[in-house]
C-alpha cells in the first residue's frame, strides 16, 4: 500500500518509524511519505490560513496550497509505478464514525492520501475539487474536537496498516480481537495463575477447549451489554443463538428484539 500524508507539522509522524508500522515500511509492505504543505506555499512567510468569510472565531487553511499539493500528489492520472488515483482522507468532527468496517475497507485501497487540516480546518472547495477527480472522505474518531488532523491520521493508519497481509506474526489475532465480529473481547489473562489474591478463572487453566470458547463468548457479550449495548443492538437477527441469549439473560441483559434462536 501507497499512503501519502500533508501535514504542517510532518515531524509529527516519527513515531511512523516504530513497531509494527516501522517494520512494514522497512519490508515495503507500507511505501509510506510525509509533506509539508509548507512546500506548495510563495510567499516568505509561507502561509496556509487565513480569516474566514462570512466572520468568526479562528483561521481557515487557504486553498492554493492544498490544490497544488494534490495536484502534485494525485495529478489525475496513472501514476509511473501503475498506481491510481488515490482515496483522499480528511479527518475532521464533521466526518463519518471511523469504524473497524471502514478500516477494513481502506486496508483494500491500493493508495491513500491523508490531508491533515488544522485552525478551523480546510477551505472546503478543496474537497469539493478533489472530489471531481478521486474519491474523497471525511472521517471522524468521535464526538469531539482535536487540534489538526494529525493524530486522527496516526490512529488511523496503525488500524488499517495491521490488516495489511503479513503484518501481524499471527493473522489469527484478528479474529479474535474487538469488534471483529460486532463484540468487545472477552478480559485476557496470563501467568502466574495467581496475582495479588486473584486468580484466573478456573474455565481458562482446564484445557477444555469448548468450555473455553463458550466462556470467552458468554464473557463477550456480557462486556459488550455492559459498555456497548448500541453494539449488541446493531447485530444481525441471526447472530445471537439461544446459548447467547441465555448468557445475557443471566447477566440481567434483555436480548434485541426479532432475534432467534440458532
Known amino acids: 500500500m501507497r499512503v501519502d500524508i500533508v501535514s504542517i507539522f510532518p515531524e509529527y509522524f516519527a513515531p511512523l518509524d516504530l513497531s509494527l508500522i516501522g517494520k512494514a515500511r522497512a519490508n515495503g509492505t507500507l511505501r509510506l511519505a510525509v509533506h509539508d504543505l509548507r512546500t506548495w506555499t510563495h510567499d516568505v512567510h509561507r502561509t496556509v490560513d487565513d480569516t474566514p468569510y462570512g466572520g468568526g472565531p479562528g483561521?481557515?487553511?487557504r486553498?492554493?496550497?492544498?490544490?497544488e499539493a494534490?495536484?502534485?500528489?494525485?495529478?489525475?492520472?496513472?501514476?509511473?509505478?501503475g498506481h491510481t488515483l488515490p482515496r483522499l482522507l480528511v479527518p475532521s468532527p464533521a466526518g463519518v464514525p471511523f469504524t473497524?468496517?471502514?478500516?477494513?475497507?481502506?486496508?483494500?485501497?491500493?493508495?491513500?492520501l491523508f490531508a491533515c487540516g488544522r485552525y478551523e480546518g480546510i477551505d472546503q472547495r478543496v474537497l469539493d475539487h478533489a472530489a471531481t477527480r478521486m474519491p474523497v472522505t471525511e472521517v471522524s474518531l468521535g464526538d469531539y474536537v482535536l487540534f489538526g488532523g494529525e493524530v486522527a491520521v496516526l490512529v488511523i493508519l496503525e488500524a488499517v496498516t495491521r490488516l495489511l497481509p503479513g503484518v501481524l506474526?499471527?493473522?489469527?489475532s484478528l479474529d479474535e480481537e474487538s469488534h471483529a465480529h460486532g463484540l468487545l473481547e472477552a478480559p485476557l489473562y496470563t501467568k502466574p495463575a495467581s496475582w495479588r489474591g486473584l486468580d484466573v478463572p478456573e474455565v481458562l487453566r482446564s484445557g477444555d477447549h469448548a468450555r473455553i470458547d463458550r466462556w470467552r463468548r458468554d464473557e463477550s457479550l456480557l462486556r459488550t451489554a455492559a459498555r456497548r449495548p448500541d453494539m449488541v443492538a446493531g447485530l444481525a437477527p441471526e447472530a445471537l443463538g439461544e446459548r447467547d441469549r441465555a448468557a445475557l439473560d443471566r447477566g440481567g441483559f434483555s436480548s434485541p428484539p426479532g432475534h432467534v434462536a440458532k
Open 59 to 61: 483561521m481557515v487553511m
Open 100 to 112: 473497524q468496517a471502514l478500516a477494513h475497507e481502506l486496508a483494500a485501497e491500493s493508495h491513500l
Open 169 to 172: 506474526g499471527n493473522a489469527g
Open 70 to 81: 494534490l495536484d502534485a500528489l494525485a495529478p489525475g492520472e496513472l501514476s509511473p509505478d
Open 63 to 67: 486553498p492554493e496550497p492544498w490544490g
